[in-house]
């Protein structure tokens, strides 16, 4: 007899008797989803231009992703936000960046509607739609949706990934990481890498595991319930890590340069038909170095960064086959909707000779060419932190302008694949649709069969603002439905209209032009004068490339466009405009805790983000350590903030007390006890006294005196000369008793864990430090 079932929160069908044998059982309904209901796969790549891929003209080889084109459908007029969290919120929401409150990173949020960084709750997450459908729902890799302030243990964890919809999550939560010592989360809690870099880890071949487990441990259960898979690469985002032998594999394939790259790129796009056959090249960027002006020196090591980074795509499109040969062997492949994407055109964030360490530009240091060279064989390794040239930046858009971070087409059109063998005909087709990424979600539902709810636990939910292109699918003449579409981006501005394109530049075309940095704010009366003549014209049905600026000669067609860029823009909630860039990452935010002069830190706790941690630098501190010596002596970490590009470390090993401080890893400055420390309970102590002004703005932090106490007594201490002004280690918080991310300094082998007993460590950032009058005593009597 089958079991009798009614839906939840209806009336009980069954029979109450006074007795078991006088009753009949009925049991609610459980969740499942329709019959043959298909699995869903959003593949996003981090900072992949146009012209990155394989099947998108590119010598790099990325046959795993090619076989989902040859198999699917490639769209040659995908567009995102020019940078990564807003593009993700609009991947999972089918809203715009501003309607999801996240019109820049979360770290860059301020405090207006479209800009906080909250992601509202009415506008509900495709995880959180196909929960309530029967669907397992897994988020693997990168994250860089919740505000940067509640990414601690304190949570709330309402925003993060198992609060918007996940089950299950496995990565990390900021928008960068350091493929050989990530910070990883799992589900809620953090977690150490199972393997180390010697033993071969990479995150790749970690987050490719972890999406296979999470799809076998459900369907071995339940075979028939689909899945929804929001796998996220930290790849091909900085830092560029990948082994050597996968970087090798392009040996002097570069060595011709940018321009030729370009060349080389954009005929094979022309073959493919990705790109229009009377399309024209755009122009050589202005920032951009001409290859044939660059040293021998500088195409050595401009050409490994490149070797460095193809490598690294190869190495994330063979974890990827992983992924997808793992689908083929359970049966799943033909019925899984893949959508591959990337969430912005490729990077500049190596600047104009790239970088060897990434943290050198977040701290205003300039890089050394003799200095990058002396690295050339380690790019790509754990010991760098590296990013390309501008150079490969403008290449790797092909065929189009600028770059992420800014609205031309290089920076907003991005290479987008969909692949559904049971249920799209066409087989390695193109398709030129204008489309968005908020348009993603309205496709999967269309495909789906499954209409937007109107409410998703208890919240009404808002209009989904993307349009469906699921009728482009197997009909390549079929109209675009997607027809206005805004951008901004930190005060770059553009508006796409029925072929029609309006872009207004922040600073300008190119900095070299505009004679200003990134960042440059705008302010009221700047804006009236952009809007009356910053604002360019391109008619990319026949110019696709944005080449031939003609505002002059179409003036009334351009003050159309600027007013619905500002129609647009109200709607959305644009205003106000803000182009300060990195600037906007020291505004204030609200706090979980308030501020505070004394930081307490356990050990065998979670690391603490940067955004949650004390702030020591440029000011006068104290780090005291309460611990248990056993009578073989202890050696580990006490403390640590930071990693490879930057950081401070206080630690005991060979019996001695030690502080180090890293700085952007162009100095390490060493203090070593003269005494070691003795058994028994102790506190052992640092001090840094500031002794000078940071010159911030060229990348000096403040100098000071670095002092080690043992129980009160000085016991060792140096002049630091300089220190990091701004930005410790980019993908490392502070940590316990142990550091699990990359080593502040080479002395020691992560995790390095304290052996003997941490009470607690105390970080005052009052300025209190310890007198000794004796010592001052001595110093006044040497003077005389």
């Known amino acids: 007899m089958s079991l009798k079932e009614y839906k939840p929160g209806t009336t009980f069908p069954g029979v109450i008797g006074r007795t078991f044998d006088q009753s009949e059982p009925a049991w609610p309904k459980p969740l499942r989803a329709k019959e043959s209901a298909p699995n869903v796969l959003f593949i996003v790549l981090d900072d992949t231009g146009f012209g990155q891929l394989g099947c998108y003209g590119s010598p790099i080889r990325t046959p795993n992703l090619n076989s989902l084109a040859a198999g699917g459908l490639i769209y040659s007029n995908m567009h995102t936000t020019a940078l990564c969290s807003p593009s993700r919120s ?75 919809g996940f089950e299950r999550f496995y990565g990390f939560l900021g928008g960068e990481t350091h493929q050989y010592y990530p910070e990883l989360i799992n589900d809620n809690h953090s977690v150490i890498p199972p393997k180390t870099p010697k033993e071969g880890y990479t995150l790749n ?37 990948v082994p050597k032998e996968w970087a090798d594999k392009y040996k002097g394939k570069f060595d011709d340069g940018w321009e030729a790259y370009r060349e080389k790129t954009f005929a094979r796009q022309k073959e493919l038909e990705i790109v229009p056959k009377d399309a024209k090249l755009s122009r050589h960027d202005p920032d951009v170095k001409p290859w044939e002006e660059c040293s021998s020196e500088e195409k050595k090591l401009y050409a490994r960064m490149m070797e460095v980074f193809a ?107 969909i692949h559904w063998p049971r249920g799209i005909k066409a087989r390695g087709e193109v398709r030129n649709q204008y489309a968005h990424i908020i348009d993603m979600v309205p496709t999967v539902l269309d495909c789906l069969g499954i209409e937007p709810p109107t409410a998703i636990k208890g919240v009404t939910q808002s209009p989904i603002e993307g349009v469906s292109f699921s009728h482009t699918l197997d009909d390549s003449s079929a109209p675009t439905r997607h027809h206005t579409q805004y951008f901004e981006m930190m005060g770059h501005r553009s508006l796409y209209h029925d072929g029609w394109r309006a872009v207004c530049p922040w600073p300008g075309p190119s900095f070299v032009e505009a004679g200003k940095p990134f960042g440059e704010p705008i302010y009221a009366e700047k804006l009236t004068e952009l809007d009356a003549k910053g604002w360019e014209l391109y008619n990319v049905q026949k110019d696709w490339t944005e080449n031939r600026n003609i505002a002059a000669e179409n003036r009334p067609k351009l003050i159309e466009m600027i007013a619905t860029w500002y129609a647009e823009a109200g709607k959305y ?15 204030e935010r609200p706090q979980i805790a308030a501020d505070r002069t004394s930081y307490i830190y356990y050990p065998e706790t979670q690391p603490v983000p940067a955004n949650a941690a004390v702030k020591a630098l440029n000011r006068t501190h104290s780090i005291t350590a309460d611990v248990e010596v056993p009578p073989e002596g202890a050696e580990g970490i006490l403390l640590a903030h930071g990693g490879i590009d930057a950081g401070y470390s206080f630690y005991i090993k060979g019996g001695k007390l030690h502080w180090v401080h890293n700085y952007v890893a162009k100095a390490l400055y060493h203090v070593e006890s003269r005494e070691n420390v003795p058994e028994g309970r102790h506190q052992l102590r640092f001090e840094f006294e500031v002794t000078g002004k940071p010159d911030v703005a060229n990348g000096k932090g403040a100098p000071g005196k670095a002092q080690l106490y043992i129980d009160g007594k000085l016991v060792g201490q140096a002049e630091v000369p300089v220190t990091t002004p701004l930005v410790l280690g980019l993908t490392s918080g502070v940590t316990c008793g142990s550091a699990h991310g990359s ?7 992560p995790p390095f864990e304290f052996t003997g007993k941490i009470y607690r460590v105390t970080v005052d950032v009052s300025g209190k430090l310890i007198e000794d009058k004796e010592a001052e005593t001595r110093m006044v009597m040497a003077r005389q």
């Open 205 to 241: 071949e970690d987050l490719a595991d972890k999406a296979i487990q999470f799809i076998a441990d459900a369907k071995q259960v339940a075979p028939n319930k689909p899945f929804f898979m929001y796998f996220c690469t930290g790849a091909m985002h900085a830092p560029h890590h």
């Open 311 to 417: 490598g690294f795509l190869e190495h994330t499109d063979h974890h990827i086959g992983r992924l997808l040969q793992f689908l083929k062997d359970v049966g799943e492949f033909e019925n899984t909707l893949i959508m591959v994407i990337s969430d912005n055109g490729a990077s500049s964030e190596g600047g104009s000779t790239g970088s060897v360490n990434e943290n050198l530009f977040f701290n205003n240091v300039p890089e050394s060419l003799e200095e990058n060279l002396s690295l050339l064989d380690k790019l790509g390794g754990p010991e760098t932190f590296n990013h390309y040239a501008w150079g490969w930046t403008f290449a790797g858009n092909t065929p189009f302008r600028r770059w992420k971070r800014e609205t031309y087409r290089g920076g907003v059109s991005d290479p987008f694949i």
């Open 573 to 587: 909630n644009v205003l106000p405009i803000d182009s300060r860039g990195v600037l906007r990452l020291a505004d």
């Open 743 to 749: 080593p502040v300094t080479p002395d020691y082998e």
């Open 90 to 164: 609009c991947i999972l929401t089918g809203r715009n960046h501003h309607s999801n409150n996240m019109a820049c990173i979360t770290e860059g949020s301020t405090g207006y509607p479209g800009y906080n960084g909250y992601i509202p709750f009415e506008n509900g997450f495709l995880s959180e739609i196909l929960l309530e459908h029967g669907y397992n729902t897994y988020a693997i890799g990168k994250w860089h949706l919740t505000p940067a302030e509640q990414i601690s243990a304190a949570g709330p964890y309402d925003r993060w990934p198992l609060g918007r």
